[in-house]
């Protein structure tokens, strides 16, 4: 990994020092708007095409038959169900903290407004199936989908070898009783949930959500519109804050793990000891030789994207840190409560030495489904929210209505919308009699 010497330099300008893969999602871009068009015009077809040029399976079946789904659970080792029921749990819990209480304002007698949030009748969750499969994932966005009371939910995941899908995702559907399954992958299968295809029996979703690769993303830009999105889920990314008493072993292993995920990872160290930032230097190229994937991490570390930042301070490391907008950061200082309170952009915050963001994958309880590429300074993570719509529901009795009948008058008058007003006078006239 490389290190940049960012002292001095004002944080926004500091993060700009730290690309991200801007033009390979412009490319992207344009990519997946020609495949969601492909898709809604001509349906099955595109998705067979698809999915012998992407994955090199021909013949499939796009809908996976349910007995296929049962099977797979009964197919799971024991230890992998009761780790994949925990995690169920986990997320369930702390969803159901997610869904906002119904309320209702009284603004006078017989006045009152009430906020109550309804679910959408249908939703999409891509699962990724290309480097790694993600069964975690399934459950990431399942379960805050059924928390929030959606009634249906799709799953499209890209076909293995075999033509199905992933027999552990397969499972995760099967525990969580979905059944609607669909062997497709990428941008296709973004476009197939939002548009619909008729001929795979196919309803077209009201929420599209999931992670996945650039032309996921970008297929998501492309249905925006016609159904609503989550974040747009790039390359992943972590940001560490730390000072010197940080372990520089586990620093680097935290680092070394987001990496592990694509050669556009970005691991970023944000540090004011230069003791820590050398120590962590020869930490993650032990670390990163030493593990499984080490040509596709070590790729991810020495991109453009990833590095150790050297910075003035933690108010400074603090202030790099919003600017950048990680999908991850994690806190490893003295005191990372303390912290906190000048921490504001990011996708999560994980505290202390003793909470990778590794926990966070798989079974903190939170959602791993977070923004990347710096939306985190105006999006929010997958959750029960995600699926909600908040509706306002207004009930005046006529005396109500006319305790506020001349302003909305006077209002309507401003606005050169006399038919505003007269909709409320109308109420008040003398009845017309024959």
Not at 148 to 176: F, H, K, M, Y
Not at 284 to 295: G, K, L, P, Q
Not at 307 to 314: E, F, P, W, Y
């Amino acid at each position: 990994m490389r290190t940049i010497d960012l002292r001095g330099v004002p944080a926004r300008e500091a993060a700009t020092r730290l690309p991200r893969a801007a033009a390979a999602f412009d490319h992207a871009l344009q990519v997946a708007g020609d495949v969601v068009i492909d898709v809604r015009e001509r349906g099955e077809a595109s998705l067979r095409e698809q999915a012998e040029r992407f994955d090199g399976v021909t013949g499939h079946e796009i809908r996976v038959p349910a007995d296929r789904i049962r099977a797979a659970v009964d197919a799971l080792p024991a230890d992998v169900r009761a780790a994949l029921e925990k995690t169920i749990d986990r997320v369930r819990r702390a969803s159901a903290a997610q869904v906002p209480t119904p309320t209702v304002t009284t603004l006078g007698p017989g006045a009152t407004v009430g906020q109550r949030w309804q679910p959408v009748r249908r939703a999409g969750v891509y699962i990724p199936g290309g480097k790694a499969v993600y069964p975690s994932s399934a459950v990431m966005n399942i379960v805050p989908a059924q928390v929030a009371g959606v009634a249906q939910v799709a799953l499209a995941s890209p076909p293995q070898p075999d033509g199905s899908v992933n027999e552990t995702i397969l499972a995760v559907a099967g525990l969580l009783g979905v059944d609607e399954v669909y062997a497709m992958g990428g941008a296709g299968a973004i476009g197939a949930l939002a548009h619909g295809v008729a001929e795979i029996g196919l309803e077209p979703v009201d929420v599209v959500t999931g992670p996945g690769n650039n032309y996921v993303a970008a297929a998501k830009r492309h249905v925006a519109g016609v159904v609503a999105t989550d974040a747009e889920a790039g390359a992943t990314e972590i940001l560490i804050i730390a000072d010197d008493t940080a372990d520089p072993v586990i620093v680097a292993a935290d680092l070394v793990s987001q990496a592990e995920h694509d050669e556009q990872a970005g691991a970023v160290l944000v540090t004011w000891s230069a003791t820590l930032a050398v120590a962590v230097e020869e930490a993650v190229a032990a670390a990163a030789s030493a593990t499984r994937h080490s040509a596709r991490v070590n790729a991810a570390l020495a991109g453009p994207q990833s590095a150790i930042v050297l910075v003035d301070d933690l108010a400074a490391a603090a202030a790099f840190s919003d600017a950048y907008a990680p999908e991850h950061l994690e806190v490893q200082t003295a005191d990372p409560e303390g912290a906190l309170a000048l921490l504001h952009n990011a996708g999560a915050i994980f505290l202390g030495a003793h909470t990778p963001v590794s926990l966070g994958d798989y079974l903190a309880g939170s959602n791993h489904v977070l923004p990347t590429g710096g939306q985190a300074r105006y999006a929010a993570g997958l959750g029960a929210y995600t699926f909600l719509r908040p509706q306002q529901v207004i009930s005046y009795d006529r005396a109500a209505l006319a305790e506020v009948a001349d302003a909305i008058v006077v209002l309507a008058e401003t606005e050169q919308l006399p038919a505003h007003g007269e909709a409320v006078t109308a109420r008040f006239a003398a009845p017309t009699t024959v």
